[in-house]
């Protein structure tokens, strides 16, 4: 089953990909309290982190950063669309830390193919009780660069990163595709897919 989901997870690669690693690797940051800076201003430092961290490659960076940092359970739940009311709670601990694996897995293994040489945080939309948008240019080494638009939440007292946009792609878009077309494919259980993710 891992495998079937490595092969879904190649058919929908591409930009889906790109999207999906840039946003993984800029999740890697440290714990401030929200009301310490601006959602701008943590995603610049954020921004900056990253370019230490992701010289790593390290699987294990990754999963820190992303268990930490991401909205792990709204991102989780949305990827499973009307799936989620079928997973039992019980199983969901083990779901997310598979989202969180599967996800730093090829963060990992792909991230060295989009060096990111700077990353620039251009404005921010005025913050609301649904959270504040970052815009950014992401700029690799290769010369080509990305706007990418970063939905920041607060939850409880520290910003989690909820959505990431490049070329009007979402990163939980991208998930919600793969992970439920999987299910579809594997009689319609959730369950498969967290067994298939924890491998």
Known sequence: M??????????????GLRAL?????????????????TPAQFMQRV??????????????????????????PT???AALGSYAQVLPKTDRPAYYNGMITFISRYASKESPKYPV???IMVGQTKETSGGAYVDSTITLKTGETYDVRWHIVKRGSAYKVREAEIIGFEMTSFLNTLFQNYISENGGNPRTLVIALNR
């Open 2 to 15: 891992a495998m079937q989901l490595d092969r879904l997870f190649r058919v929908h690669s591409g930009l």
């Open 117 to 119: 040489a700077k990353a």
């Open 75 to 77: 991102i989780g739940l």
């Open 47 to 72: 921004a900056n982190d990253l370019l230490a961290a992701s010289r790593t490659g390290s699987e294990a960076d990754f999963a820190t950063a992303i268990r930490s940092h991401a909205d792990v």
């Open 21 to 37: 690693l840039i946003a993984a690797i800029t999740v890697i940051m440290s714990s401030v309290p929200a009301f310490a800076e």
